[in-house]
C-alpha cells in the first residue's frame, strides 16, 4: 500500500511538472509607426512559475519584410514584460521557425533572417520564473515602428512551461547599496505614481535584502522617464521623495549627497560597460562645474531584481544644485527679472519656444528650448519673454558681422569659459545628441554676472562610441558641424570656432586639462577603478538583461564574441584615437605659453613622425652661416629640452632626438637662427 501512494505521488508530480505548450493565433500588425498590438494566450492550470518548473521557451512565426522595424516583447499576466526582439536589433524579412530560450548562448541578434532555429531572446525569460503566477493572459506584443513602409502579421506562436525553465537572477546581497521600490500593485508608466522607496547601505559592509531600510524608508511620487529609451525593458526612473502622507515633497539626504527631494535612478541600458554617465559627470566635475553627483546602486521593485542603476541628482536650481539666484512669480522687473533661469534645448514635448535663427540642418530647422527653471507651470509671462529675449539677442548677435566683437559680440551674452568646456567634453565624447538634446543652458541674476552658461552635462550612455548614427562613430570631423533636421545643433557652435580668440582659449583650455583631466592614464584609472567597484553587480545586471553579446540598435561594435572586456577595450580605444585626433586638429594657439614671437613664426623646419612615441627628427636648412639653437617647450612654456644650441655653416642638416623620457602630450619645438624664431606643434603619444 504505501508504494502505491508513492507511486501515485510521483506520478501526478510528473502530470504537474512535464512539459506543457499552449497554443496561439496570429493576425495582422498594426502599421501605424509605434503602436501596439497584442496577441493573447490564455494560461490555464500553472499556479507558479519558479526555477523548477516555469517556462522555458516561445515560439513565433512572423512574416515581415523587414524585421528591424519592429519589436517583439512578452508580458505574463504579473505584468512584468521582456523584450524578444528589440527594434534594429534585426534584419531581413521574417521570424520563420524561431524559437527564444534563454538557456542558450547565441543571441538572435546575431542570427540571420529568417531565424529558424534556437536563440536567445534580448531579454531574459527567466524574469517571469520568480514565483509569479502563470495561469491568465499571456500576451505577445508587436509593434512596428515604420508607417506604412511595410506591413506584416503573426501566423502563430506558442509558450512552453517545463522543468527545465530558464533561471531569474537571485540576489541575497551585494556590495552596492540596495533600491527598493514597491509599487503596491500598481502599473509603473509615464505617469507618476506613489510607491514606497527604501535603500539599505552598510557603508563598508555587505548590504543584505533582508537588512532594515537605514538610509532612506518612506514614500516616493515616480514614474518613467526618457524619450527613445522608454522602449527599453529596463527603464530610467524619476523619484520624487514624499512625506509620510504622500502630498508634499521631501528633502532627504540619500548615500550621503546633499539633501533633496528630485532624483533619478538611471538604467544605461544600451552602454554595455555602464560607466559612460558616470566618466562624463567626473570629467565635467573635475573641470570645476557643477555636475550631478551620482552614486552606483541595485534596483529591486516588487521583489524581482532589475540590475545596477545610477541613483543621480536631477538637474534642478538649489544650493547644492545648480546654484542660481532663486525666482519667485514677483520677481517681474529688473533686475530681479534677470535670473536665474534653467532652459534645455530638447525635444518639444514640454513647454517652451523655438530659436530665432535655424540650426545645422539642410531644411531650416529650428531647435527648441524648454523651460526648467521656473517650470513651465510657475514662470510668469515676464519671465517668460525676458529668457525669450535674452537668448534671441545672443542668437542675433551670433549671426552679425561683430559677433566676435569684446563688447557687442557673444562674449557680452555668454560665459565663454563654459562654453568652452562644454564644446570639449562634447568632442571627446562625440555625443550623438551633443549641442541639440538633453543640452541645459543657465542664466543667473545680473548681481552674479547674468551670462549664459552650458551645463550641466546630461544623457551620455549615445556618447564615447556607442552610436552608429549621426556621424558619432567616425573618429575625425566635429560633432557640432553635423547636420540635423529634425533636432539640429545651435549654429552658433560654428561661429564661435570661427573666432580667433575663441580658438585661443580653447587650444590653451583643451592641451592644458589634456595633461591631466584628459590625460589617457587619468581617464583609463577612472574606467578600471569604477568598473571593478560594480564588477559583483555587473554580472547580475548583465545575466538579467543579457545584452552583451547582443545588437542593439545604434551599436557600432562588434557583437560576435562580445564581452565586457571587450565592451571596456573599445572605449579606451576610443578616448585614444579621438583624442589623438583632436590634439591634432584643435584650432588656435595658446598664449600662455609665452612666445611672443608665434605670430610671425615661419615654416622652415620639417619633424617627422608627428606625432611621435620615442624618437623623432628634426630636419633644417641653414642659408648661411648662423647660430642655430632648437629648444622644446610645455604647453606650460617650461622649457623641458634643449636639443641643439651651435653654430652651422650653410647647408641641409638632420637632428636625431631621443623622447622616450617625455609622457604623452602636446609640445612646441623653437627653433631660433640668428634670435628669429619658428615654431611647430608636436605630439607624443
Known sequence: MKKLYILLLFFFYFLSNKAQVFVGTGGPVLNNGGQETPFTINVTGINQLDTVFGLEEIYINLNHAAVEEVQVYLQSPSGATVDLSGVGSCSGSNFAGTYLNSNVPNSITVGSAPYTGTFAPVGNIGRFNCGKPGTGAWKLFVKDFVAPANTG?????????????????????????????????????TNSILVDFGIVYNGSARNYITDPKNNFTGKAACHVRGSSSQIFEKKNLKIELRDAGGLNQLDASLLGMPAESDWVLTAGYTDKTLLRNAITQYVFQQMGHYSPRYKYVELIMNGEYLGVYLLMEKVKHGKDRVAIAKMTNLDNQFPYITGGYIVQINRTDNAGWYSYYPGVSTNSQKFYYQYVYPKDIDITLQQQAYIKSYVDSFEVAMQSPTFADPALGYKKYIDENSFIDFLILNELSKNVDAYRLSTYLYKDNAFDGGKLHTGPMWDYDLAWHNASFGN????????????????????????LMQDVNFQNKLYCRYHTIRLNILSNPN??????????????????????FPIIGAYLYGNPQSQVGATYATEINDLKNWITNRAAWLDGNVPGFCNTIGLEEHAAAVSDFNIFPNPFANAVSIQFSVQQTSNIKIELFNLLGEKVMLIHNEKRVAGDYRQDVSTAHLTEGTYFLRMDIDGKSSYKKIIKI
Open 153 to 189: 502579421s503573426l501566423v502563430s506562436w506558442s509558450l512552453r512551461f517545463s522543468n527545465a525553465p530558464c533561471k531569474p537572477v537571485n540576489l541575497i546581497s551585494s556590495n552596492l547599496p540596495l533600491v527598493f521600490i514597491n509599487t503596491n500593485n500598481q502599473a509603473i508608466s
Open 523 to 544: 581617464l583609463f584609472a577612472f574606467i578600471d577603478q569604477t568598473a571593478a567597484s560594480i564588477s559583483e553587480g555587473l554580472q547580475r545586471n548583465f545575466r538579467q
Open 472 to 495: 558619432a562613430s567616425t573618429v575625425p570631423f566635429w560633432q557640432y558641424d553635423n547636420p540635423d533636421n529634425n533636432y539640429p545643433t545651435p549654429t552658433w557652435w560654428n561661429k
